[in-house]
């Protein structure tokens, strides 16, 4: 009988923020079914579909990275680029604050950097061959004429 390949390091650090990402999402959607009448800038069922969304996506890609299933990295691979871009709709729509505009270099930094760490980590050799994705210099080559 065969044994799995061990999971890189890479990919267990992204399961495990996929993960991390679906407990806080829960947390916002457990906390958005109780809130007190607070003046805010989005009707607060938007902050219960967010959670909840955001909860179940984050689990269902950081479990998939966990266990290794193949869609979890093309999965990965969208939802990194789709979570940063959500975020900045959001923070340039509807959030309409002093701390908001202030803090906008950080942000973006913040952004470039989790794009690149989750690029970096599904480019990786390891990463790719555990996911059983061809490397770029394994992919078919014309045939050429001598």
Known sequence: MR??????????WLGCAGLILAALSLVRLVLSLSLPPLPLTVPPAYLSITGAVGGALG???GAGLIAGRRWAYRAAAFSA????????ADRLLLVRTD???????????GSG?????????????????YFGRPKDDDAPQPPTTA
């Open 3 to 12: 044994t799995a390949p061990p999971r890189p390091a890479p990919v267990t």
């Open 59 to 61: 689990l269902a890609v």
């Open 81 to 88: 680029p789709a979570l940063v871009v959500w975020y900045w």
């Open 99 to 109: 701390y908001a505009q202030r803090t906008w270099p950080m942000a973006a930094l």
């Open 113 to 129: 950097i989790l794009l690149g760490l989750v690029t970096y980590a599904l480019t990786r050799p390891s990463t790719r061959r």
